[in-house]
């Protein structure tokens, strides 16, 4: 059911750069901003970046967002373990005229 | 601060109707520019969006379950109410309410809205089953 295409997971050594990507198409990430959420196991996703590249307040400068045409990435700089989440994209799609979400990315510190 | 509550069943039959209240405060949803989204996860799965409801009364539906969707509001009480038809075990998941603030931006000459989910209720699982 999800529109948008994620990797099933990343992972990464504490301090190593991780980036995830986001694959949509012109309805939604072509035409809208992405946003991603973090979700611990057994609690509720967190916005973690809104607009394609804005952090909420609280949300540490590590995490980052881009767009580049019908994809979008999120960087986790400089890597910790509490990074260890799962990690969403989210937009809206026009023909859909609703918010469609990623499959969702397992991100491990090894 | 704004926080978000579901409340309902834990615990349907299929073919019933599932009545899910999310109660809010921090934010009224009479101010320009407030939603209130559903969003549900089955166990071990992706996030899906079900629907959306906004300050002027526009109300949004995910096309594969608009016809068992109706989200209401009820701004005196701060709470929002998402009922859901003909219930399945495939409808067993978590159901989450969130606060979605929307905003607008030119692209161009093109007026597009910018909307994301902050924050978002604790969730309540709902299990269908005989």
């Known amino acids: 059911q999800s529109v948008l295409t994620q990797p099933p997971s990343a992972s990464g050594t504490p301090g190593q750069r991780v980036t995830i990507s986001c694959s949509g198409s012109?309805?939604?990430?072509?035409?809208?901003?992405v946003n991603w959420y973090q979700q611990f196991p057994g609690t509720a996703p967190k916005l973690l970046i809104y607009?394609?590249?804005q952090r909420p307040s609280g949300v540490p400068d590590r995490f980052s967002g881009s767009k580049s045409g019908t994809s979008a990435s999120l960087a986790i700089s400089g890597l910790q373990s509490e990074d260890e989440a799962d990690y969403y994209c989210?937009?809206?799609?026009?023909?859909?005229?609703?918010?469609?979400f990623g499959t969702g990315t397992k991100v491990t510190v090894l | 601060q704004i926080t978000l509550k579901e409340s309902g069943p834990t615990l349907v039959k299929p073919t019933q109707t599932l009545t899910l209240t999310c109660t809010f405060s921090?934010?009224?949803?009479?101010?320009?520019?407030?939603?209130v989204g559903w969003i549900r996860q089955p166990p071990g799965k992706a996030l899906e969006w079900l629907a959306l409801?906004?300050?002027?009364?526009?109300?949004r539906y995910s096309p594969s379950l608009k016809s068992r969707l109706t989200i209401t509001k009820d701004t005196s009480k701060n709470q929002v109410v998402l009922t859901m038809t003909n219930m399945d075990p495939v409808d067993t998941a978590t159901y989450y309410c969130?606060?979605?603030?929307?905003?607008?931006?030119?692209?161009?000459?093109?007026?597009?809205?910018?909307?994301?989910?902050?924050?978002w209720g604790q969730g309540t699982l709902v299990t269908v089953s005989s």
């Open positions: 969130a606060h979605s603030p929307i905003t607008y931006y030119f692209d161009g000459n093109t007026l597009r809205s910018d909307n994301w989910f902050d924050p």
């Open positions: 921090g934010f009224s949803l009479s101010t320009s520019g407030v939603g």
């Open positions: 409801i906004y300050w002027d009364d526009d109300e």
């Open positions: 012109s309805s939604n990430i072509g035409s809208n901003t």
């Open positions: 607009s394609n590249n």
């Open positions: 989210a937009a809206w799609d026009d023909s859909l005229n609703g918010q469609v």
